[in-house]
Nanobody, 120 residues
Framework: QVQLVESGGGLVQAGGSLRLSCVASGDTLRVIAMSWYHQAPGKQREFIARVSSGDTTTLADSVKGRFTISRDGAKNTVYLQMNSLKPEDTGIYYC??????????????WGQGTQVTVST
């Protein structure tokens, strides 16, 4: 099992910045990627950003140029730096870890989420 704990959410004005953190603990061996997802009020959860164990990053088009994802392997922590925040960025941000314990298998683990509210 992998436990994920997010932090760093809060209330910010439009145009402002926040940095989210997600700390992974437990059996983190063979976690191949960690990601952030965003769930706006009344909408489905959507992919925002991913960083692989090899530090390859992927960002959703909606956040390119504004958000960056990074990780500190020594601390088992992934970060989401969010700049130029917009009201539509409001919602709950979830951390995800993908683990492949055996070839051909993959499991997802989720954190409890952290609330981000962007005011106009």
């Amino acid at each position: 099992q992998v436990q994920l704990v997010e932090s760093g959410g809060g209330l910010v004005q439009a145009g402002g910045s926040l940095r989210l953190s997600c700390v992974a603990s437990g059996d983190t061996l063979r976690v191949i990627a960690m990601s952030w997802y965003h769930q706006a009020p009344g909408k489905q959860r959507e992919f925002i950003a991913r960083v692989s164990s090899g530090d390859t990053t992927t960002l959703a088009d909606s956040v390119k140029g504004r958000f960056t994802i990074s990780r500190d392997g020594a601390k088992n922590t992934v970060y989401l730096q969010m700049n130029s925040l917009k009201p539509e960025d409001t919602g709950i941000y979830y951390c995800n870890a993908m683990k492949t314990p055996l070839p051909g298998t993959a499991y997802d683990f989720w954190g409890q989420g952290t609330q981000v509210t962007v005011s106009t």
